[in-house]
């Protein structure tokens, strides 16, 4: 069970946002593992005796980096941007590539099933609403909470198919940055990286219109042992592309 635990400095909404997301509010910090603090500058993940955070922050950073100076090209050909698709992102996490890809002008749907990532993510989109450099782009971006593989046959039925499903899973990678290395044992200290690959490539297939767009590790396995029709390759990072089920051609 994952907990949060609400400063007085923090703004109002945050104890419904605990409670929205089912999150169990402490009175005091915790002596061990990971726990979410609500304090005046947002919602961050923290560790019990550390002094380092994870925040979704889309103002500022990396997120700022790339949004004034690019970076997404390849991200973008993997979904085919020019084609102005819609994109439903399946590994919401903490909704970097999502972010990158409303930039490029895309509506998205960014699906995420951890209650506190969940509540990061959404902690994160509320700030971003409020800063005039990135109001518009949170604008295009919405968040669903829940079980990826109920939610998007679900949503799809809802208000149609997606041209494109995108899936970045967890993956135990291996990162020169020592601040990379923090954020990402948190994270897998939070959520942990078991996952049913399967299934979520299984729906992907089964929702997606035109193809389905799976990040990884330059080097790494593919998702499910499954081959993909084709790939776009970068120096990092590999995006593999697989058709649907039932490929749909407007």
């Not at 400063?7 to 104890?15: F, I, L, T």
């Not at 603090?37 to 947002?42: E, H, N």
């Not at 979704?56 to 085919?80: M, W």
């Not at 994160?124 to 109001?135: C, E, K, M, S, Y």
Request: aromatic share 8%; glycine share 10%; hydrophobic share 35%.
């Amino acid at each position: 069970m994952t907990c949060i635990y609400i400063a007085e400095s923090a703004d109002k909404s945050a104890r419904e946002l605990a409670q929205a997301f089912g999150l169990t509010i402490i009175c005091q910090l915790p002596v061990d593992g990971e726990y979410l603090y609500a304090g005046s500058d947002g919602i961050s993940l923290c560790r019990a005796g550390e002094k380092g955070r994870v925040q979704v922050d889309f103002t500022g950073g990396a997120a700022q980096y790339r949004r004034t100076k690019g970076g997404g090209e390849l991200i973008g050909k993997a979904v085919n941007h020019t084609a102005r698709p819609t994109v439903w992102d399946g590994n919401g996490g903490l909704g970097r590539d999502s972010f990158v890809l409303a930039s490029m002008g895309l509506n998205i749907h960014s699906f995420e099933q951890h209650p506190a990532v969940a509540c990061l993510l959404h902690d994160g989109l509320n700030r971003a609403l409020q800063h005039p450099d990135t109001a518009e782009i949170a604008r295009r971006m919405t968040l669903h909470f829940g079980n990826t593989s109920i939610l998007m046959p679900q949503t799809a039925q809802a208000i149609g198919h997606p041209d494109v499903v995108y899936l970045d899973p967890m993956y135990p990678q291996r990162q020169k940055s020592a601040a990379v290395k923090k954020e990402m044992a948190y994270f897998h200290g939070l959520v942990g990286t078991t996952q049913d690959e399967s299934g979520l490539l299984n729906t992907a297939r089964a929702v997606a219109k035109k193809r389905v767009v799976v990040k990884r590790p330059r080097l790494g396995e593919f998702l499910n042992g499954e081959k993909p029709a084709y790939q776009y390759s970068g120096k990092n990072t590999r995006f593999d592309l697989y058709l649907p089920d039932n490929p749909i051609h407007d």
